[in-house]
């Protein structure tokens, strides 16, 4: 708890994610069923010194855009984010922070998410971005029957990394940010895609 309060000590509730996580009980697929919590431990004392939370967006569960629960249902079971993720000051620029995202990435591939994002600030722009993540200040996320949702966050950026083949973050002409494409069966955009200021066309 100490340690990932570092992630936003601005936070006034840094620990509420961490206590939803660990109030369940440890499941599969991920450590406690759609949720994940990693620690890295200092191998001379076995202290706590790395943490990361993730699981699905909870922006998922409010977005008017997703009015369909099967739309919701598919989407968690696609989209993971990284919620709280730190290092304590003592121990960074050890690797840490890099093994921990890695691992988080490679859960999350394994359980066959297509994309994992995050927030953060921007002056972290240049680490996530060494990381492979698109940096932006929105997210744009393309639905089956040319849909289009998006999130944007006031005072952080976004930032996204495909986890499949199938996904990728497309330019698009007209659209104000890159669309994530490929997530969700019925929902690939065509080379000859365009954003006409309210919908995709294709």
Known sequence: MSVIAHADPANPDPFGPARAILASRPTPPLSHDRSL????????????????????????????GIDEVSLREHLVYRLGMINGFAVHPAHRRRGLGTALLRTAEQRFAQNRYGLVTLDH???????YRRQGYTVDDALLVHL??????????????M????LHPAVRLAEVPGAPHRIITGLLPGASLPAHARFDGNRLQY
């Open 144 to 157: 089956p029957q040319q849909r289009l949702i998006g999130m944007t966050v006031d005072d952080t950026r």
């Open 37 to 64: 919590a990693l620690v890295a431990e200092d191998s001379t004392t076995g202290a706590v010194v790395g943490a990361l939370l993730g699981g699905p967006p909870r922006w998922l569960f409010t977005h008017p």
């Open 159 to 162: 930032s996204a990394k495909p």
């Open 121 to 127: 600030q921007p002056n972290l722009d240049p680490f």
